[in-house]
């Protein structure tokens, strides 16, 4: 029986993959800022651990209570929508922290474990946002293709060593909270709208309003995604997951 680590597991993506590992017969470790068992089913392969992916204790804590794993997924994230120019670099450095900087910094912390056992998989989980630019999501975009860069480059670093490195790339996925969350941070992070670009942001809501029933990911496709990529050796590196996702990766110039 093997052991999984997931980041970001209170809901969305990394909660469907938890319970989907749980389900076909994985030892899971479920990492969450604020741990919470009851949304996972009870299960005595199932650990439920504290995480701050922006915290070196955190970090630090989470490995020596972890103990050896075969898997690691990268998936916890925030996001952020709002006007570059009305952007603090302050609430800049805080989404690199997360989306960034956190998955490199899990990723080290356990890489001394993969090597000593001369085996493993990583799977970092990136957006849709890098395979089409889109407005108001600068910040975020650049975080994540930071991160699609960081897992190319560490692929080649790692398989030496017998260690896997996968990147999952969903697409939107209305079953999430992403949207909203995005938004409202920008909010609470003092994101404001300079009264020149009043009228592009009005009209970037409207046509997203009018476009709602389009291609979506949902979030089956993306535990789908990272099930293979755990599972499937020969799976390629970036794996996109959606149907919109997978559109964007076709016509990417």
């Not at 209570?65 to 916890?76: C, Q, R």
């Not at 896997?164 to 909010?187: C, D, H, K, Y």
Request: proline share 7%; net charge neutral; aromatic share 6%.
């Amino acid at each position: 029986m093997k052991t999984i680590l997931i980041t970001g597991c209170s809901s969305g993506f990394g909660l469907d993959t938890a319970r989907h590992f749980l389900e076909h017969g994985w030892k899971v470790i479920a990492t969450m800022r604020k741990p919470r068992e009851d949304v996972l089913p009870r299960s005595e392969h199932l650990r439920v651990l504290p995480l701050d992916v922006t915290d070196p204790a955190s970090i630090r804590k989470l490995v020596e209570d972890a103990g050896p794993i075969d898997v690691l997924v990268n998936n916890a994230g925030v996001g952020l929508m709002g006007v570059f120019e009305g952007t603090s670099m302050e609430t800049v450095r805080n989404t690199f922290e997360t989306n960034t900087f956190g998955a490199m910094a899990v990723t080290q912390a356990f890489l001394p474990g993969f090597r000593q056992q001369k085996s493993g998989v990583i799977v970092n989980v990136s957006s849709g946002t890098t395979l089409k630019p889109l407005p108001l999501l600068a910040v975020y975009s650049a975080s994540k293709a930071a991160l699609n860069a960081f897992t190319e480059s560490l692929a080649l670093e790692l398989q030496p060593l017998n260690v896997r490195v996968s990147l999952v790339i969903p697409g939107r996925s209305p079953e999430t909270p992403f949207a909203q969350n995005a938004q409202s941070r920008g909010q609470n992070q003092g994101v404001t709208v300079p009264e020149a670009y009043a009228g592009f942001v009005r009209s970037i809501f409207e046509q997203r309003t009018a476009h709602a029933s389009g291609p979506v990911t949902r979030s089956a496709d993306v535990v789908e995604a990272i099930w293979r990529a755990v599972n499937d050796p020969s799976s390629p590196l970036r794996l996109p997951a959606g149907a919109d996702a997978v559109e964007m990766a076709r016509t990417r110039p």
